[in-house]
């Protein structure tokens, strides 16, 4: 069985940083793609970064040169650096995986972010 746990959310001022971590078990990391999300308060749960099985990262514009993913295959583990943190980034941060071979999603249980001005 899969499980994603997140870790490593907390409140910050704006302009700092964090960095997120999710374990996964029951997974190989190496071997799926993976990603962060982020859901705000009365917000749809929007896309944070991506990596693909061959390392490759994906960002949306709103975070793209500020946030990083990176995996860690010893430690079965995908970060998410955040630096110059903005209000706006507050939101509850999912770790998620997804397999190619059966189509299928899991996700972590969430990780709070809380950017103060």
């Known amino acids: 069985q899969v499980q994603l746990v997140e870790s490593g959310g907390g409140l910050v001022q704006a302009g700092g940083s964090l960095r997120l971590s999710c374990a996964a078990s029951?997974?190989?990391?190496?071997?799926?793609?993976m990603g962060w999300y982020r859901q705000a308060p009365g917000k749809q749960r929007e896309l944070v970064a991506t990596i693909t099985e061959g390392g490759s990262t994906n960002y949306p514009d709103s975070v793209k040169g500020r946030f990083a993913i990176s995996r860690d295959n010893a430690k079965n583990t995908v970060d998410l650096q955040m630096n110059s943190l903005k209000p706006e980034d507050t939101a509850v941060y999912y770790c998620?995986?997804?397999?190619?071979?059966?189509?299928?999603?899991?996700w972590g249980q969430g990780t709070q972010v809380t950017v103060s001005s």
């Open positions: 029951g997974s190989s990391v190496s071997l799926n793609f």
């Open positions: 998620y995986e997804y397999r190619i071979a059966t189509m299928t999603s899991y």
